[in-house]
């Protein structure tokens, strides 16, 4: 057997290796794009394989895009390329309309890349594009295009997408210049009703009334199995109360309310989204609410939820009333809670929810700059302690007189890997007296386990050489795996913590450390 394979000239690994699993390998090499493009060059078999996953998301910015680097120069090239493939009747339009296409190949690509296509990010297109114009600029092959030039090939390459594609499978309108692409294309041609049939995600961030409408609209006739809705509201429509109630799979909702605050107005309470989401409610498993006066008896219908986050969500004169219905809440299947608030909040309030809800809770987050109950930071721990045993990340307020609260919690949260403690204050972002940190340092030394993989320290805490070095040399001394440990600006640290940081992190207790900056208007 082996001596026939080491005989055969036209052996490859890929004789061995069945077409599914080449797919599943392929997938998981998705976002290392230099070696998947490697694998499309071992045979034809693998290049079938990994070209339509090498294709599958290119409008894709994946570092910070400038004119002139790396990334501008890939943006230029996947749009020749996409613009390569069109269609001969297509190519004279662009050069009735002035547009120079000399740096297209005259032959025929390989593939029609757009078939492979399931993610159409508007504004990495509309990057893209531009990254595209520079360049013919930069390489004098053009002086100048025009805006009417611009939104033409943003048009026709939009149209290409989806005449070509089978399905896409994520529609990202965010961008303010692209919306009305999408609505023309919708308008104008009948394929992008068929592709977006098996739309799986869609985001939204564009305020133009009548044209998000007609969008709605028309996804609302065909996309019905919509898993992950992230929308900005600026209005509200019949026409997308509609598209949600048309979906079978949504379980990923985001909402960000930016309706003008002066009309008094908010969706959830007074519009027909919060009818049509309450029908939703108990397929919804991840929900994100920003700048909303959300009703909070209402969460008790998410009773599937595994992620909440309410961010800015109440307003200025809310008061401990207000926050009363969080605490009959149960959501026995929560596994990360985020709140952050820059109006007055309780930590009471906190203490009877992770109650009623902590048994699956691995992520909490509180941020809060106006504690109403700051002394209650003690409750919070303790309840965190006794209710939250599979806790594995912690970013939220302690007092320094806390340190057997915070004890108890680190006995009982075993699995616990990241700590972010900030001082529980009436005012954080006033000026408030610094506090020490030591004996909270101290009891973190004592009874932190080998999981804790990162400290952190934000706003307002005064800490000394002698615990700190305490804390690293108690993990040396126990073997414990390197620890990352952070300090905010605002700290009050000692001169020659770096000194400090570095020693150890040369004897290996440290993986890395840094002075971070953490906004405190929340």
């Known amino acids: 057997m082996r001596a026939s394979i080491r005989n055969s000239a036209y052996y490859t690994i890929s004789n061995f290796l069945h077409s599914d699993c080449l797919v599943r390998i392929f997938e998981y090499l998705e976002e290392d794009y230099a070696t998947l493009r490697s694998c499309a060059l071992v045979d034809r078999f693998w290049c079938q394989t990994a070209i339509p996953i090498l294709w599958s998301n290119t409008l894709k910015i994946r570092k910070k895009f400038t004119g002139s680097n790396y990334e501008s120069f890939e943006g230029f090239l996947i749009i020749n390329i996409y613009l390569s493939t069109l269609p001969p009747d297509i190519k004279q339009s662009f050069m009735d309309k002035g547009i120079n296409l000399s740096t297209t190949t005259k032959r025929k690509p390989t593939f029609n890349y757009a078939t492979f296509l399931r993610v159409i990010d508007m504004r990495c297109l509309f990057v893209f594009v531009r990254a595209w114009i520079q360049q013919l600029t930069i390489t004098k092959q053009q002086n100048h295009y025009s805006s009417r030039q611009f939104q033409f090939i943003l048009q026709q390459l939009l149209n290409h997408f989806f005449r070509n594609s089978r399905c896409i499978h994520i529609l990202r309108i965010n961008n303010s210049d692209t919306a009305e692409l999408i609505r023309n294309s919708i308008e104008q041609i009948p394929e992008p009703k068929k592709c977006l049939a098996n739309l799986r995600e869609l985001v939204s961030y564009w305020d133009e009334h009548q044209v998000m409408d007609i969008i709605f609209y028309e996804l609302g006739k065909v996309a019905r199995f919509i898993e992950k809705l992230d929308l900005t509201l600026f209005h509200i429509t019949v026409e997308l109360s509609s598209l949600i109630r048309a979906q079978r799979n949504l379980s990923h909702l985001t909402l960000c309310n930016k309706i003008n605050s002066s009309a008094h107005f908010d969706p959830w309470i007074e519009g027909a989204i919060g009818s049509a989401l309450m029908e939703k409610s108990r397929s919804i498993t991840h929900l994100e609410l920003e700048k909303k006066e959300f009703p909070l008896d209402s969460l008790s219908n998410f009773n599937n939820l595994v992620e909440l986050s309410l961010k800015y969500c109440g307003h200025?004169?809310?008061?401990?009333?207000?926050?009363?219905?969080?605490?009959?809440?149960?959501?026995?299947?929560?596994?990360?809670?985020?709140?952050?608030?820059?109006?007055?909040?309780?930590?009471?309030?906190?203490?009877?929810?992770?109650?009623?809800?902590?048994?699956?809770?691995?992520?909490?987050?509180?941020?809060?700059?106006?504690?109403?109950?700051?002394?209650?930071?003690?409750?919070?721990?303790?309840?965190?302690?006794?209710?939250?045993?599979?806790?594995?990340?912690?970013?939220?307020?302690?007092?320094?007189?806390?340190?057997?609260?915070?004890?108890?919690?680190?006995?009982?949260?075993?699995?616990?890997?990241?700590?972010?403690?900030?001082?529980?204050?009436?005012?954080?972002?006033?000026?408030?007296?610094?506090?020490?940190?030591?004996?909270?340092?101290?009891?973190?030394?004592?009874?932190?386990?080998?999981?804790?993989?990162?400290?952190?320290?934000?706003?307002?805490?005064?800490?000394?050489?002698?615990?700190?070095?305490?804390?690293?040399?108690?993990?040396?001394?126990?073997?414990?795996?390197?620890i990352s440990f952070y300090w905010e600006s605002s700290c009050t640290v000692f001169k020659g913590i770096n000194n400090i940081c570095q020693k150890y992190e040369n004897l290996g207790v440290v993986q890395d450390f840094k002075q971070i900056h953490c906004q405190k208007h929340y």
């Open 316 to 482: 200025e004169n809310f008061q401990q009333s207000d926050w009363l219905p969080l605490t009959t809440v149960s959501l026995k299947y929560l596994e990360k809670l985020y709140f952050e608030s820059k109006f007055p909040i309780y930590l009471e309030i906190f203490v009877n929810f992770i109650k009623n809800s902590g048994k699956n809770l691995r992520h909490i987050t509180i941020h809060g700059c106006q504690i109403c109950d700051p002394e209650k930071s003690n409750l919070l721990l303790t309840s965190i302690a006794e209710n939250c045993p599979l806790l594995k990340f912690f970013d939220g307020p302690v007092q320094s007189e806390n340190v057997e609260e915070l004890g108890k919690l680190l006995e009982s949260c075993l699995q616990l890997s990241e700590l972010y403690l900030h001082p529980s204050t009436a005012r954080c972002f006033s000026p408030v007296p610094r506090m020490n940190f030591d004996l909270l340092f101290n009891e973190i030394t004592i009874k932190s386990s080998n999981e804790l993989e990162r400290l952190a320290i934000i706003h307002g805490w005064k800490i000394t050489s002698t615990s700190l070095e305490y804390f690293f040399e108690n993990r040396r001394k126990k073997s414990y795996k390197p």
